[in-house]
């Protein structure tokens, strides 16, 4: 894939939610500047405390400092906002931590020019990414009810990787799920509930690049065990479907 003829257009914005990833965001960086030379990038410093703002800073790219750690929804709420009040039409979600390919960035792009959200999924029929036990049911589970919701197959919910389109970055920067997995669960429920078209297209994840992982292999079963109650609490909750002046950020 050629970084030049591939890269997606100026107008779309990476944004990298980091929780004390100093060490892991310059090779990070360093692969999207190659790989895809004309995006914007916005690291939002998620209350980290080893200097992850200034290693951002250092390098060249935009950043947000949140007082505190919100977690991965209020960081891409504050990503969304800044993204639609810079113009910014459309924004891919990378990890910080060297997990997804940027190289992938394009295609998922690619795709928004059909659908309002697009997920980077790992169980899709690309790479060898496996996930056994309860955590692999849990996922199912999550993977079949939200295939019902969105009128279309899902197979990596829970995925970070994804990118909005102009519809979808509008409702996120006002009404982005904050509350725990919400970021990942809810949104796609917020999506589909306000006729928001999701796809997902299928993509290779690798191991995290420096650092150290935030979840054990028991955390990722309680967390997945969580994102089912997650759903369950979002599909109850009654919500208005959202006007496009409502979404709109002042």
């Given at each position: 894939m050629s970084a030049v003829s591939d890269a997606p257009e100026p107008r779309v914005l990476v944004v990298l939610p980091a929780w004390?990833?100093?060490?892991?965001?310059?090779?990070?960086?360093?692969?999207?500047?190659?790989?895809?030379?004309?995006?914007?990038?916005?690291?939002?410093?998620?209350?980290?405390?080893?200097?992850?703002?200034?290693?951002?800073?250092?390098?060249?790219?935009?950043?947000?400092?949140?007082?505190?750690?919100?977690?991965?929804?209020?960081?891409?709420?504050?990503?969304?906002?800044?993204?639609?009040?810079?113009?910014?039409?459309?924004?891919?979600?990378?990890?910080?931590?060297?997990?997804?390919?940027?190289?992938?960035?394009?295609?998922?792009?690619?795709?928004?020019?059909?659908?309002?959200?697009?997920?980077?999924?790992?169980?899709?029929?690309?790479?060898?990414?496996?996930?056994?036990g309860p955590r692999r049911w849990a996922m199912n589970v999550l993977a079949g009810v939200l295939s019902r919701v969105a009128s279309t197959r899902l197979t990596d919910t829970t995925s970070g990787f994804r990118g909005a389109g102009p519809r979808a970055v509008e409702l996120f920067a006002r009404h982005y799920p904050a509350e725990y997995l919400g970021d990942t669960v809810e949104s796609l429920v917020l999506a589909s509930r306000n006729g928001l078209r999701i796809e997902q297209i299928g993509v290779s994840m690798r191991e995290r690049s420096a650092g150290r992982p935030s979840q054990s292999p028991l955390k990722a079963s309680v967390y997945l065990a969580r994102a089912c109650l997650a759903l369950v609490i979002s599909l109850v909750r009654r919500r208005e479907r959202i006007t496009p002046q409502e979404a709109t950020v002042v």
């Open positions: 004390n990833e100093s060490e892991s965001l310059p090779g990070v960086l360093a692969e999207i500047r190659e790989h895809l030379p004309g995006v914007g990038v916005l690291v939002v410093d998620d209350g980290s405390h080893d200097g992850t703002a200034a290693v951002a800073r250092s390098l060249g790219v935009d950043v947000l400092e949140l007082p505190f750690n919100l977690g991965v929804g209020g960081a891409m709420r504050a990503g969304f906002r800044y993204a639609l009040e810079q113009g910014y039409p459309m924004v891919v979600q990378v990890d910080a931590d060297g997990q997804h390919d940027p190289r992938d960035v394009p295609r998922i792009v690619e795709r928004l020019a059909h659908s309002d959200v697009v997920i980077g999924a790992r169980f899709a029929g690309t790479g060898s990414y496996e996930a056994r």
